[in-house]
């Protein structure tokens, strides 16, 4: 795997660099040796930020992970990915179980994973545990904000009073807001 390790605010110390290469080295048997790793470290407002993405076939696997210490990030970040992969595993072997022939894996991640009969634990299986309906009324996006801030939410369903769509508000790291409208194609 190669590692491209870089900083921002921050000094990627031999420390640093050993610690995140000793620590994503676990993800090896998962890629190919030819794999690229990007990892840029960051440090905003005291807060320590990793963020690593991996390119593999036409899809990215990335965390970003923030803490107060930089070695804590790191630590979680590879629990982060580590997960993903063993999501992407069970993606990949369904696709291929569901097609007459086995599609050969993509060109980072290595055949011995996909085809291994380790199965990820039964937690990572996704489940819908409540159900939810709600009326939704016609209003302005602004006005969506707002009411997603009364309930003190993280994002609103509603529908938009100029395109008569259903919408979502969301509230960003930063703070800012953010609006997600549907494209059909």
């Known amino acids: 795997m190669n590692f491209i390790i870089s900083g ?4 990627v110390t031999p420390g640093l660099k050993d610690a995140i290469e000793q620590k994503l080295s676990k993800l090896e ?22 963020e690593v993405t991996i390119p593999v076939k036409g899809n990215i696997i990335r965390s970003e992970q923030t803490s107060n210490d930089m070695y ?10 580590e997960r993903q992969l063993r999501k992407y595993k069970n993606k990949l072997v369904a696709k291929s179980q569901g097609h007459a022939t086995s599609s050969a894996p993509s060109g980072s991640i290595r055949t011995e994973f ?8 039964e937690d990572n299986e996704i489940r819908i545990v409540r159900t939810k309906k709600f ?22 369903v509603f529908s938009n009073a100029e ?21 059909f194609s």
């Open 8 to 11: 921002k605010n921050i000094e």
């Open 135 to 156: 009326g939704i009324k016609p209003m302005f996006p602004e006005d969506a904000c707002i009411q997603m801030e009364l309930l003190g939410h993280s994002f609103f």
């Open 72 to 81: 804590v990030s790191i630590d979680l970040v590879e629990e982060v990915i």
């Open 29 to 50: 048997r998962y890629f190919t040796p030819e794999t690229e790793i990007i990892v840029t470290l960051s440090v905003e407002k005291g807060r320590q930020k990793i």
């Open 163 to 183: 395109t008569d769509e259903v919408n979502v508000v969301y509230k960003r790291k930063d703070g800012s807001f953010g609006l997600i409208e549907p494209e």
């Open 114 to 121: 996909i085809e291994s009969e380790e199965e990820a634990p």
